[in-house]
């Protein structure tokens, strides 16, 4: 298993992102101040931190999976990314697809952070790409029945 090392500076009273058991592969990240998100509505929420990711790594943000099945509660650009030269605060665009309002306090768990290592791609301008069987036969070619 790969570890990186990654500082967290955390407003006061601020608990760290934490693994929830051994196994887990994100950090869970709490909110750091209370909100309702309407039914239907979304909100950025704040978390306290601010963290300084490895260059060539960036943070993935995360639904909790329970959030989502219990209260149709999600992360809407999931998965979320945190370049490693943003050093400003989280916050997490949660989204309310469920019938009720869902209020958070501040501690409450609202999403996961997965590190990830990145790739980069040089770009190379042509005017002919190679074939294949699929080319260019559209999105939702290859599930035809």
Known sequence: MN???VKIK???????????TDG??????RASEATVIK???????PTGIFMEIPCGYE????????LALKHGVTVLNTPGTI???????????????GEEDFAIEVGDRIAQIVFAEV?????????VLDDTDRSDGGFGSTGRR
Request: with cysteine.
């Open 3 to 5: 570890k990186i090392t």
């Open 10 to 20: 955390a407003a006061e009273g601020i608990t760290l992102p934490a693994y929830a």
């Open 24 to 29: 887990a592969s994100g950090l869970d990240i």
């Open 39 to 45: 039914s239907g509505g979304r909100a950025c929420v």
């Open 59 to 66: 943070a993935q943000v995360r639904p909790r999976s329970g």
């Open 83 to 97: 370049d490693s030269d943003y050093r400003g605060e989280i916050r997490v665009i949660l989204a309310n697809f």
């Open 119 to 127: 790739t980069k791609a040089d770009v190379l301008r042509c005017d």
